[in-house]
């Protein structure tokens, strides 16, 4: 227990303040149980320490912030700690009232709201309101504030809630929604602004040059940021970021700086671009169309730059901003706007689907991911892409260590290979094979690239199941492993020694 939160000892501690505090200003410690299983998106600790009569929970996180979460699905920060929360609670014991207000408005109308407010709790339940509120505010040593400070408090918790409060329901991993509809800044404001900063910098003092343009992180926001502020003086930083970019090969932000040094037209920057693309086929692929000739370097700049870029940041996606932020070290704040967009795909969103499970597989929230490429599997109509998705399912779900949730998916991969049950042969290989059309299905998926894959994940699922305990998983799926890679036309040579490890490995189980 920190200082901080002395008032939620004193309660634990004091009945009579305890009952003071449940009734009438709904923190009560009898209610610390929520009506679902709920967890960060972020992984760290969450602890209930009281209820509303609504069915809201309060939550005390790793750090003392408290956040609440109301029965119907949503969610927000209401203070730093649970005595600042208590001053906000108590001083306000209508604040789910003042959520939105608007603070612009004039100290006289929103003073009104909430006298009206209060005035209704009064004639409602709670007639001695006024001095309940001193009563419990003295008993617990909290500070009687203005009331308008305290909503401006409340705004100022509630619009941290996201990126590192993000509440998500433990069972399904939906997010809460937020308890607020306050303004925020729109999010590739938000992540530019590093490299907004990190340009006026580089602008004025070069000697900066070397520290940002080295991080890859940092040179792509600026890279980013560039595009939106273009100024004639900043050719030779980008040339320099076009050196430094194009040694991570094909990005997104190497066709960037491309486009913003080739908008220029000068002939020394077309044989800078001829000699990046000659020296790195990455490069050379990446900068796709290049002009025979340096007369032609503008125009193809312009051309890329109107289907590809342009000037204005609303028309770029938001999963552009997320891993943008997440190459800036903000994970929560890539996370959240992750989780808010699978939280809104449907049956039109299967490209979003794949693209969400590929940026939450990278920033190693395979739970996430799991949930998006589950979701893009089943919308696919094609069984071999959808067998196939449904192993990198089974992939994702055994890192995110759910061993028999990815034992499931892959013998439900394979199920979905190989077809559904055989009817009569109709096909000529299958009758020069004596095969039925289903096993002729069987035969093609397993002499591709996807047959190793299939084998290999069955071995993995193996090793995982046994190291967690689960070793009648963990036999069945060496087991039926090893009868797929028998069926195999060429089993790699890493396929047999990781095969032959887990037999010696099975040893133990």
């Not at 990446?286 to 025979?292: H, I, K, S």
């Not at 090893?482 to 020694?497: E, F, I, K, W, Y």
């Amino acid at each position: 227990m920190t200082r901080r939160d002395r008032a939620l000892e004193t309660l634990r501690q004091h009945s009579e303040l305890a009952d003071l505090a449940a009734f009438p200003f709904g923190f009560d410690l009898d209610r610390a149980e929520h009506v679902e299983a709920v967890r960060l998106a972020s992984g760290t600790a969450l602890q209930a320490v009281a209820g509303d009569d609504t069915g809201g929970t309060y939550f005390l996180c790793s750090n003392g912030e408290v956040l609440y979460a109301g029965s119907d699905g949503e969610a927000g920060l209401v203070g730093d700690s649970v005595d600042e929360a208590l001053e906000v609670l108590i001083g306000l014991p209508g604040w789910r009232d003042y959520t939105d207000l608007d603070l612009q408005a004039g100290t006289a109308e929103l003073t009104a709201v909430i006298a009206r407010t209060e005035e209704t709790i009064r004639n409602s339940y709670a007639p001695q309101l006024d001095h309940d509120r001193s009563r419990l505010l003295a008993g617990l040593g909290l500070s009687r504030l203005p009331q308008l400070e305290l909503v401006r408090r409340l705004h100022q918790s509630l619009l941290r809630t996201e990126p590192d409060f993000m509440l998500l329901n433990a069972d399904e991993g939906c997010a809460y929604t937020l308890l607020d509809r306050l303004p925020r800044p729109p999010l590739w404001r938000t992540v530019l602004a590093p490299g907004q900063a990190d340009l006026l910098m580089l602008r004025s003092d070069r000697t900066c040059w070397d520290e940002v343009v080295d991080d890859p992180g940092r040179r792509a926001t600026l890279l980013r940021s560039a595009q939106y502020d273009r100024r004639t003086t900043d050719l030779p930083l980008l040339r320099t970021l076009l050196r430094a970019e194009a040694q991570l090969g094909h990005t997104q932000e190497l066709t960037l700086a491309a486009v913003l040094v080739g908008l220029h037209g000068h002939v020394q920057d077309y044989e800078l671009m001829q000699s990046l693309r000659m020296a790195d086929s990455d490069v050379h692929h990446a900068l796709g169309g290049f002009p025979e000739g340096a007369e032609g370097l503008r125009a193809w700049a312009t051309a890329f730059d109107v289907s590809n870029y342009g000037q204005d940041p609303t028309d770029e996606d938001a999963l552009t901003w997320a891993d943008l932020a997440r190459r800036q070290g903000r994970t929560e704040l890539a996370r959240s706007v992750l989780v808010r967009l699978l939280d809104d795909a449907g049956p039109r969103d299967a490209p979003l689907l794949g693209r969400l499970a590929g940026q939450l597989a990278t920033l190693g929230d395979y739970t996430q991911a799991a949930r998006a490429r589950k979701l893009h599997a089943s919308l696919q109509d094609d069984p071999e892409q959808r067998g196939a998705l449904t192993l990198s399912l089974a992939v994702l779900q055994r890192r995110a260590g759910d061993v028999e949730a990815a034992w499931q998916s892959l013998q439900r991969a394979v199920a979905v290979l190989d077809g559904p049950p055989p009817e009569p042969p109709t096909d000529q290989l299958a009758l020069d094979l004596d095969l039925d059309e289903q096993e002729c299905q069987a035969v093609a998926w397993r002499s591709l690239q996807l047959g190793q894959m299939v084998t290999e994940e069955h071995f993995l699922v193996a090793r995982a199941a046994a190291t967690t305990g689960l070793a009648a998983t963990a036999r069945t799926a060496l087991a039926a492993g090893t009868a797929v890679m028998g069926t195999l036309t060429r089993p790699t040579d890493n396929l047999r020694g990781l095969a032959h490890a887990m037999t010696e490995e099975s040893e133990g189980w």
